[in-house]
């Protein structure tokens, strides 16, 4: 009897713990997710990929994990749902989800110069060639540039070009082109990556730190197989949703990162 009351203890500890952390009115990370007691949001510049990220609508709170074809992710994981849409189709998986976000914040900013990729066989996509009237030609496992297409950096252009990239990146790609980074340097907008088939990617949200101690915790976010609404994750830790930045292993509910798995743009 008394080891069930100090289950059921814990249980509504790490519930209210978690609750007095989620503003459950708040559109986005800043206003939804508070650090927990001693913590502080890590300053970051204004136009950064960290205030994009930060600032991304999140859908209504208690919003369950869509799936491409309409259904609900039957495993819950997350606590907040990202309000970006699908495809119909099974393309927008992991790494794809990462991909965009990224490619998202650099066309807002009409950066788009600095959107490009790799595909899976190492040839680099650039979404300026796109732009000016080329695409990639795809043969097996060979590809090549053809001209003659639509011009122009509209977003009819630029959904074409993610597309293409969707069906052709992923996790492999995504870790041969990313940088290591020690976790010492880590920042919202990094990625822990397991770069295979399959492989899987988890991306920084927020990074908080307490200032006594020099701690730092972060938030992080997926989607998975098959395509799925990306979301934040629930931690196992007793300030979740929030996990704890060490050099370590980083268990999330549905992949264990290595030691070592820390990458960036």
Same mark, same amino acid.
């Given at each position: 009897?008394?080891?069930?009351?100090?289950? @059921?203890?814990?249980?509504?500890?790490?519930?209210?713990?978690?609750? #007095? #952390?989620?503003?459950?009115?708040?559109?986005?990370?800043?206003?939804?997710?508070?650090? !927990?007691?001693?913590?502080?949001?890590?300053?970051?510049?204004?136009?950064?990929? $960290?205030? =994009?990220?930060?600032?991304? !609508?999140?859908? &209504?709170?208690?919003?369950?994990?869509?799936?491409?074809?309409?259904?609900?992710?039957?495993?819950?994981? %997350?606590?907040?749902?990202?309000?970006?849409?699908?495809? +119909?189709?099974?393309?927008?998986?992991?790494?794809?989800?990462?991909?965009?976000?990224?490619?998202?914040?650099?066309?807002?900013?009409?950066?788009?110069?600095?959107?490009?990729? %790799?595909?899976?066989?190492?040839?680099?996509?650039?979404?300026?060639? =796109?732009? +000016?009237?080329?695409? @990639?030609?795809?043969?097996?496992?060979?590809? #090549?540039?053809?001209?003659?297409?639509?011009?122009? =950096?509209?977003?009819? @252009?630029?959904?074409?070009?993610?597309?293409?990239?969707?069906?052709?990146?992923?996790?492999?790609?995504?870790? #041969?082109?990313?940088?290591?980074? +020690?976790?010492?340097?880590?920042?919202? $907008?990094?990625?822990?990556?397991?770069?295979?088939?399959?492989?899987?990617?988890?991306?920084?949200?927020?990074?908080?730190?307490?200032?006594?101690?020099?701690?730092?915790?972060?938030?992080?976010?997926?989607?998975?197989?098959?395509?799925?609404?990306?979301?934040?994750?629930?931690?196992?830790?007793?300030?979740?949703?929030?996990?704890?930045?060490?050099?370590? @292993?980083? &268990?999330?509910?549905?992949?264990?990162?290595?030691?070592?798995?820390?990458?960036?743009?």
């Amino acid at each position: 009897m008394k080891k069930i009351f100090i289950a @059921v203890f814990i249980l509504f500890s790490a519930s209210l713990i978690f609750s #007095q #952390q989620i503003n459950q009115s708040g559109k986005n990370i800043l206003e939804r997710f508070v650090p !927990p007691k001693n913590y502080e949001r890590v300053e970051i510049p204004e136009n950064s990929f $960290g205030a =994009f990220l930060r600032t991304f !609508p999140l859908k &209504e709170f208690g919003s369950p994990v869509l799936l491409y074809n309409g259904q609900t992710k039957r495993t819950n994981v %997350h606590v907040s749902v990202f309000n970006m849409p699908l495809l +119909n189709v099974d393309l927008i998986q992991c790494a794809d989800a990462v991909i965009k976000l990224r490619a998202e914040y650099l066309y807002n900013q009409k950066r788009y110069s600095e959107i490009q990729f %790799h595909i899976t066989n190492g040839m680099l996509v650039p979404f300026e060639k =796109f732009g +000016n009237g080329e695409r @990639v030609i795809v043969s097996g496992n060979k590809t #090549q540039w053809e001209s003659g297409y639509k011009k122009g =950096f509209g977003r009819d @252009v630029f959904e074409e070009y993610l597309r293409f990239i969707y069906s052709y990146a992923g996790t492999y790609s995504l870790s #041969q082109e990313a940088k290591k980074k +020690n976790i010492s340097n880590i920042e919202i $907008g990094d990625f822990f990556i397991y770069g295979g088939s399959p492989g899987h990617v988890v991306l920084v949200l927020d990074i908080a730190i307490d200032k006594s101690t020099g701690k730092k915790i972060m938030l992080l976010g997926q989607s998975y197989m098959p395509s799925q609404e990306f979301h934040i994750l629930k931690s196992y830790e007793n300030i979740s949703p929030w996990y704890y930045i060490e050099d370590t @292993v980083l &268990e999330t509910p549905e992949w264990i990162f290595q030691k070592g798995s820390l990458m960036g743009f």
